[in-house]
């Protein structure tokens, strides 16, 4: 137990090192961006985010397939949180792009930004997902369902990008074309920084959440034991 | 070849529990039909070919919906799902059976609605035909898998609709793209990769579905 | 500050939030979780005891 303690604690020093690092240094020291100018700085926190969100669910269905593989019940609660941090973390990764949208191209939603699109897409699936988490009894006909479906969910990822670029030439014409950030060196070490960041921080808040769970359940096996 | 036998044997008694008691497939028809009209109303004068694809492939994802949602209700309401699980065959012969029959059901509804929409809307052409069958074997594939996933829980009714629409978000780019493109064979060529993607999936994963 | 200043600012600042807001909402769980102890402390207590 002392051992996951460390590593829990360990976890949150590094996230809140590199995450107050990876802000400072992406609003004060990374250079200036020739086009864009200072509103391409939220270019560190939008990009990082969706990555980690990206990295809950391929987490989250990895769990899952280890479930279905060795039948383990742990998975089913591993699976489930971090399906749950990619969900937050794909949230915020709808909010910071649509004040990326309302910066570059003064709408609070754009359909021709692909990502944004595809967030979205990843949102209304994964929300689904704790609909029917919330629908079953608890058990391992639930834990089987959710597996199924996060692996389903990774699986929609590349589908559905591919099906967004391929709407693009029939539903809106790309009016907001927008060149990948150049970056320079330093602008990369800024970015590599805040994604290390954001994947510390996804890594704490995940260990911290599971021992949460893992706790709720322990507790009630007890009361059950005692009453 | 048992495995085949087996999925024969369950798609026909899906077919012929239908053919008895007749209540899915006109239900599904006379939707299709009454979609379309709705849409006709809904639709302004001026409205460009791109919009009245857009939907017929709505109407044919709510009617697919609507062939789902009785998919595996039959089984539901006799119990029979958990004597088809414990029976002596590979579980996910009984998804590629209940797809089938699915596929089946969509096929006739599509054999009506094409038609209307000739009708009702803009002529029909071959690529819209091709989609359409490319189309309804990822829809029965996904859905059979998802409307047993939905039996499985208390919502059911309400749960098919929530997890069957974004997955199926493709499926509707590839059609109306396909469609209305130039290149449809781009389009088409998605929607096939999307069913092999998709019918691979649920085809491995129906026995962790349906167990218990 | 410029307008898109602002934004960034804001933009930095939502996510801020998310993460202040996430453990406000930890620190409830752990209290309920605290609670719980406490009860079945008690139960034990009480069993013990009989």
New interface residues.
Partial sequence: MSLRNNRAVLLAAAASVLLVAG?ALA?LWAPEDADQ???Q??FY??VP?ALTAYACFGWGAWKALRL?WTRESRYDLESYTAVHMGV?FG??TL??GS??A??SWGVWWTWSERQLTLFL??F??Y??YF??RF??EAG??RA??S???A??GV??IP??F???R??E??IHPVVFTRDGPQMSGSMFLVFCICLGAMLA?FAS?YT??LT?KR??AR?RE??EA?? | MTYFADVAALARKDILLELRSRDTLPAMLLFVVSALVVFHFSLPSDASATASTGLLWIALLFTALLGLARAFSAEREQRVLDGLVLAPCDRSAIWLAKSLGVLAFLGVAEVVALPAYGLFFEPVGWELVAAVVLADLGLAAVGTLLAAMAAASRARELLLPLLFLPLVIPVVVGGVGATVADDPGRYLGFLALYDVIFAILSWASFEYVVAE | MTTSEKYVTGAYLVVLAVVLLYVVLYSFKLSRLEREVAALAELAERRKAA
């Fill in positions: 802000l609003l100018g200072f509103s700085r939220i926190v939008h985010i279905l937050i949230i915020l909010v910071t004040i990326w309302k910066i897409v990843l209304l699936f929300c689904a609909m029917l629908s079953i391992p006909r089987n369902l597996a199924v479906y692996l389903f699986a929609l589908v559905s591919l099906a967004i391929l709407a030439n029939f921080l808040l911290n959440e949460g706790l709720d507790l007890l009361r005692l009453e």
